[in-house]
């Protein structure tokens, strides 16, 4: 007879650029969610939880092509017996799903309709080092309002939240910007909308950070010779066109006063220029009467964030701290959190324009940062755990297990194969147990239990000399019935 | 020049059979979820997140075909130039994604490995009223462990967790039951595995709660007539064959003892059956040492869930009040967890098979079941509005919530167009806001606001003689540097 040929073992993997998530990671994270949601509410916006899976049509942006119909997201087909299902899509982010929201529900919001939102979102693109199609956002904005009061308070949101999840002030600086300034600028330099030099100054300015204020000066007229040696085209500005360009991205004075006043000789008699300049006075007046002064947001121009999207104030949040990178160089941290004001997502659904502003924080990488400045720590205390020397009394151990947790101590008995002793307490060690409990023939006998602290034990086996040891058993008798007393003494010296 | 065509708009709608969440809504089912962690947390189990996307091949049951690849899951092919990506699908459950955790990191995690996990999961079916295509699961497993005590753990956490979220002892009962001892009744009525008519009995012992006693000794021999008039062909067995069946289904007695004699009646000479009643016994013995009594967790063999999936003990949490149904019959509301032990999930992967056991909490229904009983409530408090008289002051009505919010209250400032303050009101009305603050030109003058409790003003609006009205008035004067401790002494009152 034919050997039957069996179907091959599915391999265990997640698909390429998703990971899983374990213990501390998981519940860190839901904790920095719960204190960022804390703040939200606490400002007056309300939860919104949408879907994961929206319609390509609502989602927008990327549309379904025959040939490649996922460009950017994970898309599909709804089944239908005329091939005529709708595409559904996994959203890329929460401001497109905000604005189906905010257009569907609209008639039944308050408006202006402050939300926060936080959940997964998915990428369809090349995954890298560090670098998931899956991630968290945490977003929240304010829909139907043109106030700059609007931006001024997530401003000042942003700033609390830093520090409610445990960012120091002076550990960090929120710095607002505005889209019309840097149009009031191109506008000063002759540079109309649709003017293709204008994308390419845009792209310029976007290197600031990189080439600094020569190489932007180079690249916007005759072009530079860059780090590897190739040359790099100019945009061919004359100097004094780039100019404006060039006060722009200096103008950061001593004081907001001093900025404003170098960002007007910038956009020179610019109408929508000098628009911005009274955006971002306004806000700065706001912040003010709150008591948000430049030690935690201040105007900084160099702020330019989402060339395309954004059509007032820009925002971002920055850790001023130093952290070590890969080969070992001082760099700072940067940033965590960014947004600003957009007018035409909605539009695209009801044809009206409606004014909204938000920001959305990267959790993954706040986390990153706590864990950098050591303000939480990936190891975590795991539970007691008592273990099984007879395996016909484990009602006797059970019933231990359950005074403990009743006593508010976080607490498991073995539920492995009892018979090596040797691997319980390798799990106890693999779980980070602060104790072991263990009650053979003999203890039960007596009417006593040990007990076995394994911090102290992990302690005294790196350190200890042999009088030490002695001195201070890690491992000691007591009666059973002091055993949730002596078990929590030991955690709280544990502390 | 001819008329250009515009796109058309999109819909502003989600996807057919999802929905989205607002305000309270989100905040309580967060609020259910932290709960359960904590208790699951407590009993040793450590949190896991997987993405939402796996492979359809690590998915398994699901398999993709050229027709429809996308039966009962979203699935979708991955980009690449020849056609030859892998099927990648959104999750439908939590222990699916488990089980390829466990293969692919045994050699890292904790054995037995007892993890949570929750979160959304999609399921690409008919939506009806009631059932959406994404919801939430709320799983604990214990994966690498045979013992009947991760069973009996399992049974217990679930009785804790149920009162952890404020469901009242006596409101609810765990039951247990063994997939062993109904087939130990099988193999006592001549039917081996693979034989038809079994298939057929099991049919027949799910509609126990429907028909009756009565009901399933008709469908199990001759058949029966419905309510509908239809008749129902039976599965043909003798009187006598049926017997055991019957005596299994009503095999519950007084207490746990005389209801495992009725079941070892029922089982007669077979060794699965006999095992599956050992086993039941011990998990008793277990959950009586932890204290925990038939008022909380009882035998009953009616108990049949997942007939197909199961290897051993399983479970379920009924919540035992009764609710009013949409045709206001009372009825019980019903079951909020179930699971049970699977052995050979695992063995997919790996070709060893690895014994597990878990439950699974249904949120959305354990939300539904507090709502009924008035345990939480769908309205919630929204912030204190402060309303703006003057635009031009809008830095005055920012240091006001800004003090508010600093003394710890949620407070906003009314960011719409403030033309007309009747909208105002009209908005802190559909926001439930407690109170409205109002400080126009003549109150700033004499340094004073006024304070509207929106609360009382409500109730007098709908009660009130004109004597009441004019004895307490629900909006009144006070010193602006009052503001903070009156607004205080206000929320505190309408606690």
Chains 1, 2 share one sequence.
């Not at 401001?95 to 939102?117: E, F, G, M, S, W």
């Not at 151990?397 to 390798?426: C, S």
Request: proline share 4%; hydrophobic share 40%; glycine share 10%.
């Amino acid at each position: 007879m034919a050997k039957q040929k069996k179907a091959p073992r599915p391999k265990a993997q997640t698909p390429k650029g998703f990971r899983d998530y374990f213990g501390a990671e998981v519940t860190q994270r839901t904790e920095m969610l719960q204190a960022i949601a804390g703040v939200y509410h606490h400002y007056g916006f309300e939860a919104l939880e949408s879907a994961g899976v929206e319609t390509v049509e609502a989602l927008g942006k990327f549309l379904p092509d025959v040939d490649r119909p996922n460009e950017g997201v994970f898309a599909w087909q709804e089944f239908d017996e005329k091939n005529n299902g709708d595409w559904l899509a996994l959203r890329y982010d929460l401001t497109a799903p905000l604005a189906r929201v905010y257009a569907q529900h609209r008639n039944d919001l308050p408006i202006p309709y402050r939300r926060y939102a936080m959940g997964p979102v998915w990428r369809n693109e090349k995954p890298g080092p560090g670098r998931y199609r899956q991630f968290y956002q945490c977003d929240a904005d304010t829909v139907g309002s043109a106030s700059m009061a609007a931006d001024a308070e997530i401003c000042a949101m942003l700033s609390d939240t830093l520090e409610a999840v445990g960012i120091a002030r002076g550990d960090y600086l929120v710095r607002v910007n505005n889209r019309k300034v840097l149009n009031g600028v191109l506008e000063a330099m002759g540079l109309a909308e649709g003017d293709g030099a204008r994308d390419n100054v845009l792209r310029t300015i976007d290197k600031f950070d990189k080439v600094g204020e020569a190489g932007v000066r180079q690249l916007l007229t005759k072009g530079r010779l860059d780090a590897s040696g190739a040359y790099i085209d100019g945009v061919g500005l004359s100097d004094e066109q780039a100019e404006p360009v060039i006060a722009f991205l200096t103008s950061k004075a001593a004081d907001a006063a001093g900025t404003l006043a170098n960002l007007r000789a910038a956009v020179g008699d610019s109408k929508v220029g000098a628009e911005g300049i009274a955006e971002l006075e306004q806000i700065g007046e706001l912040l003010a009467a709150g008591g948000y002064g430049p030690d935690r947001i201040e105007i900084d121009p160099s702020v330019v964030r989402g060339l395309g999207y954004y059509t007032g104030p820009v925002y971002e949040a920055e850790l001023t701290f130093e952290i070590l990178d890969d080969k070992g160089r001082k760099r700072q941290f940067g940033s965590v959190a960014g947004g600003g004001r957009y007018d035409d997502l909605v539009k695209r659904f009801t044809g009206q324009e409606v004014p909204a502003t938000g920001v959305s924080i990267g959790v993954d990488r706040l986390l990153a940062a706590l864990r950098e400045k050591g303000r939480i720590t990936a190891e975590v205390s795991g539970p007691v755990v008592v273990t099984v020397m007879d395996k016909t009394r484990m009602a006797d151990y059970q019933a231990m297990v359950a005074e403990l947790r009743n006593a508010g101590i976080r607490a498991e008995v073995y539920l492995g194969n009892p018979k090596n002793f040797g691997n319980q307490l390798k799990y106890a060690d693999k779980r980070n147990s602060p104790i072991a409990v263990i009650e053979g023939g003999d203890e039960k006998d007596k009417g006593v239990v040990q007990i076995k602290d394994l911090i102290l034990g992990a302690k005294i086996a790196e350190n200890a000399t042999l009088e030490e040891w002695k001195a201070r058993p890690s491992q000691f008798e007591v009666p059973r019935d002091q055993l949730v007393a002596r078990v929590r003494e030991i955690l709280d010296g544990q502390g």
